[in-house]
T-cell receptor, first 113, second 108 residues
Framework: DAGVTQSPTHLIKTRGQQVTLRCSPK?????VSWYQQALGQGPQFIFQ???????QRGNFPDRFSGHQFPNYSSELNVNALLLGDSALYLC????????????FGPGTRLTVT | GQSLEQPSEVTAVEGAIVQINCTYQ??????LSWYQQHDGGAPTFLSY????GLEETGRFSSFLSRSDSYGYLLLQELQMKDSASYFC?????????FGTGTRLKVLA
């Protein structure tokens, strides 16, 4: 049973560019959440998707957007990249009935130069 | 408002017992989760408390007091592999809040 997978593993972008990160949830999971984790910090909640709708959003600007597909996979898009967007981006999936039990993917390390 | 407090670092020896405390403030509190994260790895779910009291899962136990907005993670029979960061994550109206976590160092 595959766990949560994310692609790409690493990414280097230039300020002002746009990036799309991808996530496939664990089998049987229908809810996907995205987090940003800076070095030495805990994960910061970006948003959560359920039934292809953004259900909740953290304190992130509109440059951060997402999408969930009918197969529950999800994308995170970040526009107009800033140097401060450099971080590890984590995707976590869960069952809607057990939302508190989140399974995290290995993350995508984004570096903005 | 929202706030979360955990000790930044705890050190203990192999075989010992360690308690990591967590105090929180969040709107619409549902419950308290605990996650472990090794350096370079992703967080892994350890436990969840929705009700007051102690939940035991093997060597790990987690406690919650809703009236005190307080919880703790208890790790028994510490092993070297337990060296990691531990996050409490209260869930509520604003979904999941992770603080900076507690870095546990287990010494031989």
């Amino acid at each position: 049973d595959a766990g949560v997978t994310q692609s790409p593993t690493h990414l280097i972008k230039t300020r002002g560019q746009q990036v799309t990160l991808r996530c496939s949830p664990k089998s049987g999971h229908d809810t996907v959440s995205w987090y940003q984790q800076a070095l030495g910090q805990g994960p910061q909640f970006i948003f959560q998707y359920y039934e292809e709708e953004e259900r909740q959003r953290g304190n992130f600007p509109d440059r951060f957007s997402g999408h969930q597909f009918p197969n529950y996979s999800s994308e995170l898009n970040v526009n107009a990249l800033l140097l401060g967007d450099s971080a590890l981006y984590l995707c976590a999936s869960s069952q809607s009935q057990k939302e508190y039990e989140q399974y995290f993917g290995p993350g995508t390390r984004l570096t903005v130069t | 408002g929202q706030s979360l407090e955990q000790p930044s670092e705890v050190t203990a020896v192999e075989g010992a017992i360690v308690q990591i405390n967590c105090t929180y403030q969040t709107s619409g509190f549902y419950g308290l989760s605990w996650y472990q994260q090794h350096d370079g790895g992703a967080p892994t779910f350890l436990s969840y408390n929705a009700l007051d009291g102690l939940e035991e899962t093997g060597r790990f136990s987690s406690f919650l007091s809703r009236s005190d907005s307080y919880g703790y993670l208890l790790l028994q029979e510490l092993q070297m592999k337990d060296s990691a960061s531990y996050f409490c994550a209260p869930s509520g109206t604003y979904k999941y809040i992770f603080g900076t976590g507690t870095r546990l160092k287990v010494l031989a």
